[in-house]
């Protein structure tokens, strides 16, 4: 198959799709290697950035998606939404955070940081499919433990957890850890990018133990 059969060819495919493939997935189906497919995606991505396309491909972790041009958001949302783009509480980016940071983590952990109750926050994180369970710690009890998605790394325009900014300072536990994480939280507030949706209601207040 020719570069140019095959650039359309992924287009094609990934456009099909609606949601990331995995690189593995796609050398299957065009039956390419690695190399030749990820040069034939570089070559699509630079494409649609150099003419200003509607649309990007973006790389996530080991997949790769095609997904709306962020500067058009604008336009999309006037278009196909009347509703407001929801932003995620500052308690829901504390958890994200935490668990983007330092996953994979259990509710326990995350308690243990924030010092508050967190079980409402994470179902609302869990429902928008930005974090997601990694299966259960072998300790007594077997908690369930969580990490972040595929979703979570498009909505905040990061290819993989290794672009998000760097902590301030060496990790400690509790608050100092708490502390810490402001100055990314900001970063990711200023980077959030996602879909509109209801707004969220806000937290209600930890239980007194």
């Known amino acids: 198959m020719e570069v140019k059969e095959l650039e359309s060819a992924l287009e094609g495919v990934l456009f099909a799709a609606g949601e990331p493939i995995p690189v593995e997935r796609l050398c299957l189906g065009l039956e390419v290697d690695r190399p030749t497919l990820d040069a034939v995606a570089q070559r699509l991505m630079d494409r649609y950035s150099y003419d200003r396309r509607g649309i990007r491909l973006v790389k996530l972790d080991t997949s790769y998606q095609l997904c709306s041009a962020p500067e058009f958001a604008g336009y999309i949302r006037k278009t196909l939404e009347s509703r407001k783009p929801a932003r995620l509480s500052q308690p829901a980016l504390e958890v994200l955070a935490i668990i983007a940071y330092y996953q994979p983590v259990t509710r326990a952990y995350v308690d243990q940081v924030r010092g508050v109750d967190s079980s409402y926050t994470m179902g609302l994180l869990?429902?928008?499919?930005?974090?997601?369970?990694?299966?259960?710690?072998?300790?007594?009890?077997?908690?369930?433990?969580?990490?972040?998605?595929?979703?979570?790394?498009?909505?905040?325009?990061?290819?993989?957890?290794?672009?998000?900014?760097?902590?301030?300072?060496?990790?400690?536990?509790?608050?100092?850890?708490?502390?810490?994480?402001?100055?990314?939280?900001?970063?990711?507030?200023?980077?959030?990018?996602?879909?509109?949706?209801?707004?969220?209601?806000?937290?209600?207040?930890?239980?007194?133990p």
């Not at 974090?131 to 007594?140: F, T, Y």
């Not at 290819?159 to 301030?168: C, D, G, I, K, R």
């Not at 502390?179 to 207040?205: K, M, T």
């Open 126 to 208: 869990l429902e928008r499919e930005l974090i997601e369970e990694a299966g259960r710690l072998a300790v007594p009890g077997r908690p369930v433990q969580f990490r972040t998605t595929k979703n979570f790394l498009r909505s905040f325009g990061l290819s993989s957890l290794e672009e998000l900014p760097e902590l301030p300072g060496p990790s400690q536990e509790g608050s100092q850890m708490t502390l810490e994480l402001e100055a990314s939280l900001q970063r990711l507030r200023e980077a959030e990018v996602l879909e509109e949706s209801e707004p969220e209601p806000p937290e209600p207040p930890a239980e007194e």
